[in-house]
């Protein structure tokens, strides 16, 4: 008893907090959602007495006057009722549009501040799936909370009715609507447990239809003829999810059928009562009439009372949910994050202090133990062979994710201790997975920053993408890619890695960070490239990643990360006298470039 009562207070604090938060972000819909409560109050009532008072009048006196009275009447309130009502769903339909445009973005801020590693999570996404198929903040008002209020006040208005034919008959209806209150309970604590199963079927729908028509997987599905294989993997996802539809269905099929039989049960015992009366001559036909559309709208509305107040209950646990994801979505760094950077020194060195990183969940550390300074200034040079951890070792410095041990320093500070914002605006990173825009060259480059465009028009020129760009049809309002725009502009890989590194200079960081920038690039171009960061990086720290060694010419030191740990660090000359895993690997791509340098001159 005691936990059913804390549950309903519990469900009560979120009810009145999903009330403040949906009026929020959809003010307007509760008035809007009162009107509906008028409309849905007064005409089921209205369709109640007028027939009672016709037939009454066709039975008794037939007087045409007050019979064509009651029709007139009858009819202007339907009609005004109706045409309110129509005229406040065209208005409520594009305010409501609106406002999920809004709530899309509030999901999305939530999204996007989010810890990377929890944005990663499938479960989380699933999640927030559930979450948004059953509960809406901009439609709240009217779904359960109008429903539930317009369920009462007719409930009430029934309930006056049917006491006029007998109060026993209330009581008769509530045993036969406990009974089923009892069922409707159990097939929402049923749908509840089928919703967090089809959370994950909804998402993976998603992605391979949008994978079997989308544009950037389009060439790869033709030239692979991949299409059947997708609508295969497709076809079995379906399967997969009809067989927990299924399930769900056979476990409702039971209390479906119970349901329907007390039901019918009920309407022919008041039927019979009803007829009874009747012919006993102590109602009329009129009377008659109205005790019936009561008494079987009386049932529907006790239903749907006890069927909104058991989904409040679930409702509550979904707010549970939303309050959890929203916290989830708070980043790591805002709570500790505080301490401002000093800027003024002009110093960026950056330590890693015994740093261990493992992905939540697992057990196997992606880095183990790593140790290295970054002087202020200096060039360094991360290397080793795919899946060494090089990667994991930037999004560590970059924040995206939070180490497991140990902590990263700048300037001698832990980094978690710094205001975000601050310490992003000190990086310059071009990732080896960026992201080409389906928008303007302009707006790839800037992204959030604004800027004039001769600075975009440098950054292009450092990037080596003049030439291209100037042949442009509408130079930097040029739309990239053929999505939105069918004289869009397609960058090759090459040129996209190339837009990327404009990005990077146009935002012109004391610390610039090239993550595999080079992948896209043949040696020529990818020695053009580092010659060109080489000039512009001045005195700034810079940190090369690459498993490629074109770029360690221009670096002060190196590292060498194997599984995870840093195995050798030095000089280049330090390191190929050692002759370990770094001098392996240089003597490899060595004899590849002179190799291939052979076979293009023609010798043998």
């Not at 549009?97 to 989010?114: A, F, L, P, T, W």
């Not at 994950?200 to 003829?225: H, P, T, W």
């Not at 409702?252 to 039989?261: E, Q, T």
């Amino acid at each position: 008893m005691k936990n059913k009562t804390k549950r309903f207070i519990k469900s009560l604090k979120n009810l009145g907090y999903m009330i403040k938060l949906s009026a929020k972000f959809a003010p307007l819909q509760y008035p809007l959602a009162v009107m509906d409560i008028v409309f849905d109050t007064v005409m089921p009532f209205a369709d109640l007495l007028f027939p009672k008072w016709i037939l009454d009048e066709l039975t008794g006196e037939k007087r045409w006057e007050k019979i064509l009275f009651y029709v007139i009447v009858w009819t202007a309130v339907n009609g005004v009722l109706l045409l309110l009502k129509a005229l406040q769903w065209i208005f409520a339909g594009l305010y409501e549009q609106r406002c999920e445009v809004r709530e899309n973005i509030h999901y999305g801020k939530i999204d996007s501040n989010m810890d990377y590693g929890r944005l990663e999570n499938g479960a989380v996404l699933d999640e927030k799936n559930r979450i948004k198929n059953n509960i809406q903040l901009s439609y709240f008002a009217y779904n359960p909370l109008s429903s539930f209020i317009t369920a009462i006040v007719q409930l009430v208005g029934y309930t006056y009715i049917i006491a006029t034919l007998h109060p026993v008959v209330i009581i008769f209806l509530l045993l036969i609507i406990a009974a089923g209150s009892l069922l409707s309970k159990k097939r929402l604590k049923i749908q509840y447990a089928y919703q967090a199963k089809i959370a994950r079927f909804q998402r993976r729908f998603n992605y391979l239809f949008g994978a079997m028509i989308g544009y950037s997987y389009a060439k790869e599905v033709r030239i692979n003829k991949a299409a059947k294989w997708l609508a295969q993997k497709y076809g079995v996802e379906t399967k997969e999810y009809m067989e927990v539809y299924s399930e769900n269905q056979r476990k409702n099929f039971g209390a479906d059928v119970l349901a329907d039989l007390i039901s019918f049960f009920q309407t022919i015992i008041l039927y019979m009562y009803s007829a009874l009366k009747l012919l006993a001559g102590s109602i009329t036909v009129g009377s008659f009439s109205m005790y019936i559309g009561a008494i079987s709208s009386f049932t529907n509305t006790f239903v749907s009372v006890v069927n909104q107040a058991n989904k409040f209950k679930f409702v509550s646990d979904y707010i549970d949910s939303y309050k959890n994801y929203v916290n989830e979505g708070v980043p790591t760094h805002a709570a500790k994050g505080t301490q401002d950077i000093d800027f003024s020194t002009g110093r960026h060195e950056i330590t890693f202090c015994n740093v261990s990183f493992k992905y939540p969940n697992t057990e196997k550390y992606v880095l183990k133990n790593v140790s290295v300074t970054i002087k202020s200034g200096q060039r360094l040079s991360v290397v080793g062979y795919n899946g060494a951890g090089k990667t994991t070792f930037i999004k560590l410095l970059c924040r995206l994710y939070e180490p497991t041990e140990g902590c990263i320093l700048y300037n001698g500070t832990d980094i978690s201790t710094l205001k975000y914002d601050q310490y992003v605006s000190l990086l310059s990173i071009v990732f080896q997975d960026y992201n080409i825009y389906s928008l303007s060259v302009r707006e790839n480059i800037c992204l959030a920053y604004n800027t004039i465009d001769e600075e975009v028009l440098r950054a292009i020129e450092q990037s080596g993408l003049s030439d291209k760009v100037k042949k442009l049809p509408r130079g930097l309002d040029t739309q990239v890619g053929k999505e939105f725009d069918p004289e869009g502009i397609e960058f090759s890989g090459g040129e996209g890695q190339k837009l990327a590194c404009a990005r990077a200079y146009l935002k012109n960081a004391p610390i610039v960070i090239l993550d595999e920038p080079t992948a896209s690039l043949d040696p020529v171009s990818e020695s053009q490239l580092y010659e060109r960061f080489n000039s512009i990086i001045g005195g700034k720290t810079a940190i090369y990643i690459s498993h490629r060694l074109a770029s360690v010419k221009f670096c002060d030191s190196v590292v060498v990360f194997v599984d995870g740990r840093i195995v050798e660090a030095g000089t280049h000359s330090e390191l190929m006298e050692t002759n370990g895993v770094y001098a392996q690997m240089f003597k490899k791509q060595a004899e590849y470039y002179i190799e291939a340098d052979a076979a293009g001159k023609g010798e043998p």
